[in-house]
Nanobody, 122 residues
């Protein structure tokens, strides 16, 4: 599966952005999907994940209550609605797909998108 992330940009603290990830290829519903981010000089970290059906969602503590993940299996897309953004949310955001579960662990993911940059100004 190929993944294409979009929707990043520059936003002021307290603002919102919506990231989207479009998947091409077969059997999108086989995959759990996740969003990770990597800030300059830091390791890639888990942000949010969603099961193949959309019935289960997962969030890092740092974004819980501010970010919402969703997916549309008819359109092969997964989205991340980010509200109340903070400067510490600044990072390159990546979407990823896993058939193995373990949504919190980057090593569980089989496919990665190219990343989209989110910059939150104070």
């Amino acid at each position: 599966v190929q993944l294409q992330a979009s929707g990043g940009g520059l936003v002021q603290a307290g603002g919102s952005l919506r990231l989207s990830c479009a998947a091409s290829g077969r059997s999108f519903t086989r995959y759990g999907m996740g969003w990770f981010r990597q800030a300059p000089g830091k390791e890639r970290e888990f942000v949010s994940g969603i099961s193949w059906s959309g019935g289960s969602t997962y969030y890092a503590d740092s974004v819980k209550g501010r970010f919402t993940i969703s997916r549309d299996n008819a359109k092969n897309t997964v989205s991340l609605q980010m509200n109340s953004l903070k400067p510490e949310d600044t990072a390159v955001y990546y979407c990823a797909a896993t058939v193995r579960g373990g949504v919190y662990n980057a090593l569980s993911y089989d496919y990665w998108g190219q990343g989209t940059l989110v910059t939150v100004s104070s």
